[in-house]
T-cell receptor, first 117, second 113 residues
C-alpha cells in the first residue's frame, strides 16, 4: 500500500515570497491533516479536513496560510507571503474516519522542509 | 500549543541499555500515543494506550499511563543503535467527528555502540 506522498521534499525561498506544498493521502482516507514542525519541537496541527470540508483550522495563521482539498483527495497548503518564522517541516497525514470514538491512526508523509531566507 | 512536555529533552545511552522517556500533559484525553521520528523523516506510530489502561507492551516497548498525574512513560528495553531517533508523545481528544492529536516537545534518543 502506498503511503502519504508529499512534494516538494525541500524548498528554499526568500521572505515575502509565496510557496505551495502538495499532499496525496493514502487511498480511501477521508481525513487529511497538515502539521507544522519547527526545529526542536513537536508537530503542531495547522488544519484538518474531513473529505473536502474543514474540521479544525483554529491554529492556522489565516492571514498568510491557506489550504484546500477541493475534490476530497489531495490537498495543497500555501503560504503567502512567507516570513522567516515559517521555516519548518510541513507534515501531511491521513487517516480513515471510523468515528470520533474510534482510534483513527494517522499515517504521516515524509514532510517538506521549508527554509525562508 | 504543545500539550505534552517530555523529559528528558535528550538522552544518550549505550546499546543494550534501557531508555525511559516521560511525558506530562495538561487536559483530559481519550488516549495517548507514542511516535518515533528518524532524522529528516516522517513520524511513525509506535503504540497507543487508552485512558482506561495503565500499562501496555509491544515488543521491546512498554508504555505506562497515570491519568491522575497526567503522565505517561515509554520504556525501550535492550536498546539498539537503530533506536536512535526523536520520540514524541501525543494526546488524543475526540471532539464531535474529529480526533485531535496534540504532540509533546519530544525526547532525542542517541544509542551508541
Amino acid at each position: 500500500e502506498a503511503g502519504v506522498a508529499q512534494s516538494p521534499r525541500y524548498k528554499i525561498i526568500e521572505k515575502r515570497q509565496s510557496v505551495a506544498f502538495w499532499c496525496n493521502p493514502i487511498s480511501g482516507h477521508a481525513t487529511l491533516y497538515w502539521y507544522q514542525q519547527i526545529l526542536g519541537q513537536g508537530p503542531k496541527l495547522l488544519i484538518q479536513f474531513q473529505n473536502n470540508g474543514v474540521v479544525d483550522d483554529s491554529q492556522l495563521p489565516k492571514d498568510r496560510f491557506s489550504a484546500e482539498r477541493l475534490k476530497g483527495v489531495d490537498s495543497t497548503l500555501k503560504i503567502q507571503p512567507a516570513k522567516l518564522e515559517d521555516s519548518a517541516v510541513y507534515l501531511c497525514a491521513s487517516s480513515l474516519n471510523l468515528g470520533a470514538n474510534s482510534y483513527n491512526e494517522q499515517f504521516f508523509g515524509p514532510g517538506t522542509r521549508l527554509t525562508v531566507l | 500549543s504543545q500539550q505534552g512536555e517530555e523529559d528528558p529533552q535528550a538522552l544518550s545511552i549505550q546499546e543494550g541499555e534501557n531508555a525511559t522517556m516521560n511525558c506530562s500533559y495538561k487536559t483530559s484525553i481519550n488516549n495517548l500515543q507514542w511516535y518515533r521520528q528518524n532524522s529528516g523523516r516522517g513520524l511513525v506510530h509506535l503504540i497507543l494506550i487508552r485512558s482506561n489502561e495503565r500499562e501496555k507492551h509491544s515488543g521491546r516497548l512498554r508504555v505506562t499511563l497515570d491519568t491522575s498525574k497526567k503522565s505517561s512513560s515509554l520504556l525501550i528495553t535492550a536498546s539498539r543503535a537503530a533506536d536512535t531517533a526523536s520520540y514524541f508523545c501525543a494526546t488524543v481528544l475526540n471532539t464531535g467527528t474529529a480526533s485531535k492529536l496534540t504532540f509533546g516537545t519530544g525526547t532525542r534518543l542517541q544509542v551508541t555502540l
